[in-house]
């Protein structure tokens, strides 16, 4: 049996395309489960076991309360991460070397991107701070001074700061 | 009252798009033209009742009235009006309100360029893009309705997002996206229609090839102006991050690009007709794609779509697209066997068919990770992401080998080339090329990619600069014409050829751009205390103190830098701030930027504390300092790119007349052109 040299040519082609297309999506498949992100919580990082170790994790929760540690000379940052306001509420160490940002406080909501290793200590490389944009209905006669809010800031009543926002778009 | 007002027209505008799809899609397929004065006037009520509701909508918002829910949603008296009018997109309903106006503007737009064609073709095509009207209307009577009345309506409302009244660059950012988004709807039209009449031929491809422009063109600059908003607006250094919101916007750009490039083959040689229709309506597909992704929060969650009032109607709809244009294309399939083929390996058709695959890749690979994370939750239960680094690795190599393909395809001829002059025409350009990376190896920059993205740069720049300069030289020494004459003529000849290489230098600024500002990035973090000084890159930033001020929506803390730039110079001064917006929780930062040609210095503010509450008594704040090197010729690519847009799509004398002649083309109608007059009157 002969092909037509026309047959064999759309043939190839074909082929080529199909090898070519296999190829891609198994370089892609392949690239994708070493980039993933995991999302956890303290109590779902906490239950993985070994396969906590290694991969970058978003571990989400609540900073417990008076677990803030600050250094500003050596620029370390050490706080645990909770799974809920109640002091025994599940908690993981988490250290990182950013300087926290402006509304960074007590049992507020973060995310912190990083790894865990076997010392129970997670590492972090990036720190978001979850905006709530609560509706904050104004209260009768008042009207805010920026003098007030240039002294209050750091007290936390006003919490702040834009490293939260990377992932929000229209 | 004014609720019921824009409820109204919504409603009527759904009645006038269902009316006119029913009718355009029957009588047309009927080969009868008995409904096309009827289409028309389904298209002109589509338009009044869409325009009417969104007036009504900015009415409502204007006189800030509460009881309309959207407005009790968004609104706030103490917002500046500009924001209070552009505030109309700034949520879910009142995004897809907006996004029924631009359709209806484009539709009836689309109508009126081409109502001296085909009537027939007219009506299914007219049809086609009716429906998806009524998909639109459907969501803004039902599922998204911004009219809604409240029973007991609110004083005042909070606002819109702060993130959105931050920066001036949202006034125009979300209109360029949709009139990119939105315009797809309408090449989608005219290749459905195509299909569904089974007569697909080149009177067609005109319509279908300029309106893909027009619309590749607005996605194009919304979506570079996005990059910058996120720049300017978000002050956490940086302008992509491969989120599914960026990644929504730029799956629809990589097949309508490709789409631009194939269709020339398709005109030239006859051949991609099948290929060349499926981009059409898979950039359709995927701007419905990305609209459900984005405005379902779908992301937030698999599981929480369904609680968003849009989710389930936004899948349906996907759904049917996608049964309808695979159904049509395999039903079509015969219709559009290729002609002629490839002659010469070394032709422009083959670099347009390698471009053309190298898309289809890209495609894949965004779409894959795009996708993954909702696959991985709604079947293994599982809450992952996938990393920027994924995107990186896999779109790197292929943006490689297209821009290397952006340079040899303007220089190859269509059907055969000589070797012996490709080869000459090479040694410049790949000569530039090597001094190219040899000068910036010399001048101290490494790392593989950047440079052979400098190089590959140089090599397309000079490519195409060549070409637009070979037919005006021509033209001055043959003609003895001057330059400017030389210049207009020449491009007024080969207006897309011309067009299309000023587009190809606008996205060698952006390549060019993208990998001098992703590879030689400089960032430090510095806490210090008032008249402390710290170094981030060549620059000395000396912090001079916190102030404070009011601005009618917002109050702000700024700490104020003075900049001395690397060698010396006179010092500028730079404000990094935090805005306090009335009635939100969260202060949003404003990145301070010192833009030059060379490199922006970018400072945000990460923290800071008062005299009272500061330890020592002095005031201190924390800045995150970024160093970008060429990073504004991203967005400076913008009016090149546009300028090249225009130049491409300005209809030429000749066109107008091959428009004009379609009738003929597409059989015997009885006078289609009186049909016309009388629908228009």
Redesign the interface.
């Known amino acids: 049996m002969s092909m037509s040299p026309?047959v064999r040519n759309r043939l190839i082609a074909v082929a080529a395309l199909v090898v070519?297309?296999g190829g891609?999506?198994f370089?892609?498949?392949g690239?994708?489960g070493?980039?993933?992100?995991?999302?956890?919580s303290p109590k779902e990082l906490l239950s993985q076991g070994e396969r906590a170790y290694g991969p970058?994790i978003?571990l989400g929760g609540l900073v417990k309360a008076g677990s803030i540690q600050w250094n500003?000379a050596h620029?370390e940052l050490q706080f645990r991460v909770a799974e809920g306001r109640e002091a025994d509420a599940p908690n993981v160490l988490v250290r990182s070397t950013?300087?926290?940002?402006?509304?960074?406080r007590d049992n507020i909501g973060v995310v912190v991107e990083g790894t865990y290793s076997e010392a129970a200590v997670f590492q972090s490389n990036r720190l978001m701070v979850n905006?709530?944009?609560?509706?904050?209905a104004?209260k009768e006669g008042e009207q805010?001074?920026?003098?007030e809010?240039?002294?209050?800031?750091?007290?936390a009543t006003?919490?702040?700061?834009?490293?939260s926002?990377?992932?929000?778009?229209? | 009252m004014t609720g019921t007002v824009g409820y109204g027209f919504v409603l009527a505008g759904l009645a006038c798009a269902a009316f006119g799809a029913v009718v355009g899609l029957t009588t047309g397929l009927k080969r009868s033209d008995a409904g096309w004065v009827w289409v028309q006037r389904a298209v002109w009520g589509f338009f009044l009742c869409l325009i009417g509701a969104n007036l009504t909508m900015e009415y409502a918002l204007l006189t800030h009235d509460f009881s309309v829910k959207y407005v009790a949603q968004v609104g706030s008296r103490a917002t500046p009006t500009v924001f209070t009018v552009v505030s109309l997109?700034?949520a879910l309903e009142g995004s897809i309100l907006f996004w029924g106006a631009i359709l209806a503007i484009y539709v009836l737009a689309f109508m009126l360029l081409h109502r001296r064609e085909n009537p027939r073709a007219m009506s299914v095509a007219l049809g086609v893009m009716l429906a998806v009207g009524v998909f639109f209307a459907f969501l803004i009577a039902g599922p998204a309705n911004p009219f809604h009345t409240l029973p007991n309506p609110p004083a005042?409302g909070?606002g819109p997002?702060?993130?959105?009244q931050n920066h001036a660059l949202?006034i125009i950012h979300?209109p360029m996206l949709y009139l990119g988004y939105v315009g797809m709807t309408v090449p989608f039209g005219v290749a459905a229609a195509a299909l569904l009449r089974g007569e697909i031929n080149a009177a067609w491809m005109v319509p279908l090839r300029r309106w893909m422009l027009v619309a590749w063109t607005f996605l194009s600059v919304g979506i570079i102006l996005?990059g910058w908003w996120?720049y300017a607006v978000?002050?956490?250094g940086g302008y992509w991050?491969w989120?599914p919101?960026?990644n929504a916007s730029f799956l629809p750009w990589l097949t309508a690009t490709a789409f631009i490039h194939s269709t020339m083959v398709q005109e030239r040689k006859r051949m991609l007709k099948l290929w060349t229709l499926s981009l059409a309506l898979s950039t359709f597909v995927l701007t419905i794609l990305g609209t459900f992704m984005t405005r379902s929060g779908v992301f937030n969650s698999v599981h929480s779509f369904t609680q968003s009032d849009i989710g389930p109607t936004f899948l349906v709809f996907l759904a049917v697209l996608l049964v309808f244009c695979i159904g049509l294309l395999a039903a079509r399939g015969h219709l559009l066997v290729a002609e002629e083929?490839i002659r010469s390996p070394l032709s422009r058709e083959t670099t347009i068919l390698l471009n053309n695959?190298v898309f289809a890749?890209l495609t894949?690979?965004v779409l894959?990770?795009t996708l993954?994370p909702l696959i991985a939750e709604s079947l293994f239960d599982?809450?992952?992401?996938?990393?920027a680094?994924?995107f990186d690795?896999?779109t790197l190599p292929f943006w490689t080998v297209m821009l290397f393909l952006m340079g040899v395809g303007p220089m190859l001829p269509w059907g055969s080339a000589d070797r012996e002059k490709v080869r000459g025409q090479f040694l410049l350009p790949g000569g530039v090329a090597l001094a190219t990376v040899a000068a910036c190896f010399a001048a101290g920059l490494r790392g593989g990619y950047a440079l052979a993205v400098f190089g590959l740069a140089a090599f397309v720049a000079v490519i195409n600069v060549r070409e637009l300069v070979i037919p005006v030289r021509a033209r001055m020494r043959e003609r003895s014409e001057g330059l400017v004459t030389a210049v207009v003529e020449s491009a007024s000849r080969a207006r897309r050829r011309f067009g299309g290489y000023v587009v190809h230098l606008g996205i060698v600024m952006v390549a060019v751009a993208v990998a001098a500002s992703q590879s030689y990035v400089t960032h430090t973090?510095a806490?210090v205390k008032k008249g402390e000084t710290f170094k981030a890159g060549g620059y000395e930033l000396k912090f001079l103190g916190?102030t404070?001020?009011?601005e009618p929506h917002r109050?702000?803390?700024a700490a104020r830098l003075e900049v001395v730039p690397p060698g010396g110079g006179a010092p500028d001064e730079l404000a990094p701030r935090?805005n306090?917006y009335?009635?939100?929780?969260?202060?949003?930062?404003t990145?301070g930027v010192r833009s030059t040609a060379r490199e922006d210095l970018y400072v945000?503010?990460?923290?800071?504390?008062?005299?009272?509450?500061?330890p020592d008594g002095v005031e201190t704040a924390?800045f995150?300092t970024w160093i970008f090197p060429l990073v504004g010729w991203i967005w400076w690519a913008i009016p090149v790119l546009v300028g090249g847009s225009l130049i491409a799509m300005w209809p030429s004398r000749r066109a107008k007349v091959a428009l004009a002649g379609t009738p003929a083309v597409a059989g015997a109608g009885p006078a289609p052109d009186a049909a016309v007059q009388k629908g228009a009157a």
């Not at chain 1, 006003?158 to 490293?163: L, V």
């Not at chain 2, 997002?161 to 959105?164: E, H, K, Q, R, V």
């Not at chain 2, 009335?582 to 930062?589: H, V």
């Open positions: 026309a070519a297309a891609l999506a370089i892609a498949f690239n994708l070493e980039n993933l992100v995991y999302y956890w970058t978003r500003a620029t950013e300087v926290p940002p402006q509304m960074f905006h709530s944009n609560e509706y904050r104004p805010r001074n920026w003098k809010t240039v002294t209050d800031a750091s007290a006003s919490p702040a700061a834009g490293s926002a990377q992932t929000v778009k229209p | 997109w700034s005042d909070p997002n702060p993130l959105l949202m979300p996005g996120a978000l002050g956490w991050a989120d919101v960026e083929g695959l890749a894949f690979v894959v990770g993954h599982k809450r992952v992401s996938v990393g680094p994924y690795k896999l973090t806490t916190l404070g001020g009011r109050e702000y803390v935090m306090y009335e009635m939100s929780t969260d202060p949003i930062g990145p945000s503010l990460l923290a800071f504390s008062g005299q009272a509450k500061s924390s995150n």
